[in-house]
């Protein structure tokens, strides 16, 4: 699925993902990594903060996007009652992540890590949406 696990995974070349998942860094000082997939898990783009050790390895990494693809579609069973979700996130003990999904294009997700002491909700609102909305939609 990746190339490297690097600082930037896009076949070495810049593309439209790779230098909007850049834009997302540049963001917020809080944001680690920023990542667009497809659902069927393939990831497009992918950007680490440059100081940023990856906490997964390769293929650690790897599965955890495929079960945050497969829970972000789950909640598509509730969206004629509820509406579209906006996005989830999931805090643990060393990392906050969230699924963002890119509205206008249903077959990508906007996958972003933040450190525990960011505040994911409103950067989430305030600034990764209306980049999404700017750049995307």
Not at 39 to 56: F, H, M, Q, S, W
Not at 65 to 93: C, D, H, P
Request: charged share 25%; with cysteine.
């Amino acid at each position: 699925m990746f190339s490297a696990l690097q600082h930037s995974w896009c076949g070495g070349h810049k593309n439209m993902s790779s230098e909007f998942c850049k834009l997302v860094l540049d963001l917020d000082p809080g944001i680690r990594f920023a990542g667009i997939v497809e659902t069927n898990g393939t990831i497009v783009a992918a950007e680490y903060r440059k100081d940023i050790v990856p906490l997964l390895d390769r293929s650690t990494l790897e599965i955890s996007i495929l079960q945050s693809v497969i829970r972000f579609a789950t909640r598509e069973i509730l969206e004629s009652e509820l509406g579209k979700a906006l996005y989830s996130i999931t805090t643990y003990e060393k990392v906050k992540r969230a699924t963002i999904p890119i509205h206008g294009d249903e077959q990508r997700l906007l996958l972003v890590s933040f450190d525990t002491t960011a505040r994911p909700g409103p950067i989430i609102r305030k600034k990764i949406m209306p980049l999404i909305e700017e750049r995307l939609s």
